[in-house]
């Protein structure tokens, strides 16, 4: 039984003031003709021109292709399916019976859809400015983290550079899980490097993607560590 949406509307802070808008943007086209497509489309322009906005004014000497690219890793799927499961998005989804059966809540496309669904939402709620403080909010250490020369890569290569300049050992990605059936599978992966005690945890649809996320935890935590010091 999913939950109410108002407990999601509440978690994310906006009350709707016609709130059938946020019932949509939650409803997958597995349901019916009345479904969150067109909120979508609205929802990716909105956040195109957010997050193109913001690199604009945070990297005043880059260049087009630099901002580009830069904004193409923010808006991307993976992005907003990370950004889907921070908010919990799968536990409020309205989905037909057969993405129900076959875990549609854990794939990335439909996570990465409601989200851009959800800012079309807000936007036709309340207008440019509250979906842009939403958007800006739920990007706001992504964003941070970003620079015009090491960001472009991914977090594996930054996670093995990062080592190999202090002659460390390459990280070890262990598997520990695959759940799910066999079309809509969640991977698990441990990463295991030496200047961390712990493993990092990383979840996705793919290996690869589970690797990614773990070596991106480790980055992170690495980063904490240093400021410690």
């Excluded at 037909?96 to 496309?109: A, I, M, T, W």
Aim: proline letters at 2%; charged letters at 30%.
């Amino acid at each position: 039984m999913k939950k109410p949406v108002e407990e999601l509307a509440r978690r994310l802070g906006h009350k709707f003031a016609d709130e059938s808008l946020f019932e949509l943007a939650l409803t997958h086209r597995s349901c019916g003709k009345r479904n969150n497509e067109r909120l979508e489309f609205l929802g990716d322009s909105v956040l195109n021109f957010v997050v193109a906005a913001d690199l604009y004014r945070r990297f005043p000497s880059a260049r087009e292709g630099q901002l580009s690219r830069l904004r193409a890793m923010m808006v991307k799927g993976e992005t907003l399916a990370e950004i889907a499961r921070e908010l919990g998005l799968g536990d409020y989804l309205r989905l037909g019976s057969g993405e129900l059966k076959s875990g549609g809540f854990r794939r990335d496309s439909i996570l990465a859809d409601a989200v851009e669904a959800i800012i079309g939402a807000i936007y036709r709620d309340a207008g440019l400015a509250t979906a842009e403080s939403y958007v800006l909010q739920w990007y706001e250490k992504r964003l941070d983290e970003l620079d015009l020369d090491g960001s472009i890569k991914d977090s594996k290569t930054r996670l093995q550079e990062f080592l190999q300049s202090r002659r460390l050992d390459l990280p070890d990605y262990e598997l520990v899980s695959v759940e799910g059936e066999a079309h809509a599978q969640t991977f698990n992966i441990h990463c295991h490097i030496a200047l961390l005690s712990n493993p990092t945890e990383g979840q996705g649809n793919s290996r690869r993607q589970a690797e990614q996320n773990a070596a991106k935890a480790a980055l992170a935590q690495l980063k904490q560590e240093n400021r410690r010091d």
